[in-house]
């Protein structure tokens, strides 16, 4: 049941108009005046107040300001009185959903109520299934609507809240980076720093010194005390990307920081104690680097407590599409960009072997080179894409969110394949019929069937 305020001065039509929309099962609560509509607005959640808008004290202008201002879902309309319109606008740009004239009949009254009841009904509706899609397909900007994706927000969601050691796996662009980041930017740490280190970036000397910090003098060069990532990271997130390629001698010391949470900066002999959630990636293969005495074992089992592989992006070639849709957002914002059927067969069959950094700088090469085109055809993609052998009589289907019909769906392909292949041939049925290896009776048939006219 609704439940409805009606404000109005004047007591017989306040009570005529109560009563008959109590008989349509509204639950109407009456109000003479403004400033009782302020009190009962106050003291109960209505979903609908109706007010007249000329009243002495605090008018309806002001009921429906504070009504929508502290219910902003609610449905607000006003009456006005003859030929005050201006004063009906007034009141929509306060919030107010619609209003109506005096005299008016009930009924009219009515339609507009249920007009402004069904439009509020779709725009929270509107709302709440945009919101769901945008949670569901993405966590921390990562977006996938794959399953293995979906399963990796799962994770994901979890193990943030905890501080545990993590090891992020996989190819290079498949999103290492942005994993970590929103990891961190979803836990109890995001109110303190995430301090990336690219190990293989800096050259092995330095590392130490990077990692741990020093003291003056410690070294020719060590002009004054820095501190190092370790404990610039303190109450945050140590992020150690391609850890893989650190000397050996170095992982004994990152070992002992893993184990202890301390340190000591070079060149110094105070112990600094450290509260870091480390986060490490390697797109090499740190078993096989075990094996080989390449990698220290112990160090691979402090890192590998929370493992977190991600799956090359041909392996979840689903994401494509929404990929694609949001990279062309990003290197062409606002223009509504898409990609032509034969450009998205070859996206969605190529193999990717620089994952979704490679979509990226396709996309954005592609954008480039559509130089105001809307959409992006074959030609704009790198040519090893183009030249990606796939059926080209497969339509790209970008599985739609309530599902499809498949025989109805099917039927339209089949549709349009006859109807291309009776193009083609100029309407000669023998000739359309050899095209699609079908004999000339079953593409009679067909047609027939299809109820496309003969
Ligand atoms: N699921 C995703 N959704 C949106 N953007 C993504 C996704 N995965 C990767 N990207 C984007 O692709 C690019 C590469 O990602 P990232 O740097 O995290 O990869 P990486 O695994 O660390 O690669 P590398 O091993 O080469 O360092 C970035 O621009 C990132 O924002
Ligand atoms: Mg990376």
Redesign the pocket.
């Known amino acids: 049941m609704s439940h409805l305020l009606f404000v109005d001065d004047e007591p017989a039509l306040r009570s005529l108009m109560a009563e008959r929309l109590a008989e349509r099962g509204f639950d109407v609560v009456q109000a003479d005046s403004g400033e009782r509509a302020l009190e009962l607005l106050d003291q109960f959640a209505f979903d609908i107040v109706i007010t007249d808008l000329r009243m002495p004290g605090v008018d309806g202008g002001r009921v429906i300001e504070s009504a929508v201002e502290r219910y902003p879902g609610i449905v607000a309309i006003v009456i006005t009185g003859y030929g005050t319109v201006k004063d009906a606008v007034d009141a929509i740009k306060r919030g107010a959903s619609d209003f109506i004239a005096k005299p008016f009949q009930f009924d009219e009254l009515m339609h507009v109520l249920q007009k402004a009841i069904e439009q509020r009904r779709l725009a929270s509706e509107n709302a709440y299934l945009r919101s769901q899609l945008e949670e569901r397909y993405q966590f921390g ?4 609507r794959s399953r293995p ?1 979906q399963a990796l927000f799962q994770l994901l969601e979890t193990v943030a809240r905890s501080s545990s050691t993590i090891l992020i796996t ?10 970590a980041r929103a990891i961190h930017h979803n836990s109890p740490r995001r109110g303190h720093r995430f301090v990336a280190l690219n190990c293989s970036a800096i050259p092995e000397t330095l590392l130490e010194a990077e990692l741990f910090g020093h003291v003056r003098g410690a070294f020719t060069g060590a002009v004054g005390t820095r501190q190092g990532r370790v404990e610039q990271a303190h109450r945050g997130t140590l992020f150690l ?2 850890v893989g390629t650190m000397s050996v001698a170095l992982q004994m010391k990152l070992l002992r920081t893993l184990q202890e949470r301390e340190f000591e900066r070079i060149g110094d002999n105070q112990t600094i104690k450290v509260d870091v959630r480390v986060i490490a ?1 390697t ?1 090499s293969d740190l078993a096989r680097m075990v094996a080989e005495g390449a990698f220290r074992e112990d160090l691979y089992y402090r890192l590998n407590v929370i493992p977190i592989d ?1 799956p090359p992006l041909r392996e979840r070639r689903d ?1 494509i599409p929404l ?1 694609v849709k ?1 990279f062309l957002e990003k290197f062409a914002p606002g223009q509504a960009m898409h990609v032509s059927q034969s450009a998205m067969r070859a996206l969605m069959a190529y193999q990717w072997p620089g ?3 490679q979509l ?1 700088n396709a996309v954005e090469r592609a954008v480039a080179l559509s130089a105001g085109r809307l959409e992006i055809t074959l030609t704009d993609l790198p040519p090893e894409i183009q030249a990606t052998p796939h059926a080209t009589a497969m339509p790209f289907v970008d599985f739609p969110e309530q599902g499809l019909d498949l025989p109805g769906y099917l039927a339209s392909i089949e549709r349009d394949l006859i109807h291309r292949a009776l193009d083609r041939t100029g309407g000669n049925r023998n000739k359309a019929a050899d095209l699609l290896r079908i004999k000339r009776t079953t593409l009679v048939e067909k047609l027939r069937r299809l109820g496309t006219a003969p």
Not at 141 to 144: A, D, E, K, R, V
Not at 170 to 179: A, D, N, P, Q, R
């Open positions: 900007g990562i977006l996938g994706m996989g190819e290079t662009g498949t999103g290492k980076e942005i994993v990307d391609e990636a797109n991600l994401d990929l949001h994952n979704v950094r990226e």
